[in-house]
């Protein structure tokens, strides 16, 4: 009983916070100076954090691993002290001003909910093509093809706009074409296609292929958070005039 009671108030513990806080922040510094010494980390923006971080020797990655451990441990104790919040105040007159602190919380939780989610199904590839190249979607049978490029050029020859039309198919057969244009990427099933430069002559794109499945859920957090910080700090400011 005394060891389940002790698990218990760890969980239900605002210092737990503080502690796993600092102990981040002490992994996180740990991990600044084992970065910068190995090359492995320059191959982690562009692929899945569990990806890559099982096929990395411990000696380089215990830091990730023990900020993972920690905001795993975080997220429970972020929900536990939410939901005892909540129960003993239940009662309090000023509902939104209770309700508020969790609201952040919430936001919070979306946010490291994204990260894990692109932590897992995350992808990213940069190839460069020409008019008729043909690449195929990683994961998938369907194939893109690069129909036609348009750069249009000002009198100082310098790019004054651009379009790039691709080519969706499966089997031989196209079902979807799109142009790709300045702040207007393609998508398809969750994919993001990009260009990320261009020459003008020969023509060449270089092509930015991305997922990111938690996009959604980090816009989601992040103006949930915002919601919640600006209603708290209206309403205090409201009690104390």
Not at 13 to 22: A, H, I, N, Q, Y
Request: hydrophobic fraction near 50%.
């Amino acid at each position: 009983m005394t060891l389940l009671k002790n698990i218990i108030g760890f969980f239900f513990s605002l210092r737990t916070t503080v502690w796993l806080l600092g102990i981040m922040l002490v992994m996180m510094l740990a991990g600044a100076f084992v970065m910068p010494g190995n090359k492995a980390f320059q191959e982690l923006h562009s692929i899945p954090l569990f990806k890559w971080i099982q096929y990395q020797p411990l000696k380089i990655t215990w830091w990730l691993w023990s900020v993972i451990a920690i905001l795993a441990v975080m997220t429970l104790n972020t929900l536990f002290c939410s939901i005892e919040s909540i129960v003993k105040k239940r009662k309090v007159t000023q509902w939104l001003l209770l309700i508020s602190p969790q609201i952040i919380h919430i936001g919070f939780l979306f946010i490291l909910l994204a990260h894990l989610l692109s932590a897992i199904g995350a992808y990213q590839q940069v190839t460069p093509g020409q008019e008729g190249t043909v690449l195929k979607l990683s994961g998938t049978e369907t194939l893109l093809r690069i129909k036609d490029i348009t750069i249009r050029l000002d009198y100082y020859g310098y790019i004054s706009d651009w379009a790039v039309t691709v080519e969706y198919s499966t089997g031989g057969n196209m079902f979807q074409q799109d142009i790709i244009k300045p702040n207007k990427p393609s998508s398809f099933n969750g994919l993001n296609v990009n260009v990320k430069n261009l020459k003008p002559y020969p023509e060449t794109v270089l092509l930015q292929l991305n997922r990111e499945p938690g996009a959604v859920w980090a816009l989601t957090g992040g103006i949930v958070f915002m919601i919640g910080i600006v209603t708290l700090i209206g309403l205090k400011i409201r009690i104390e005039k």
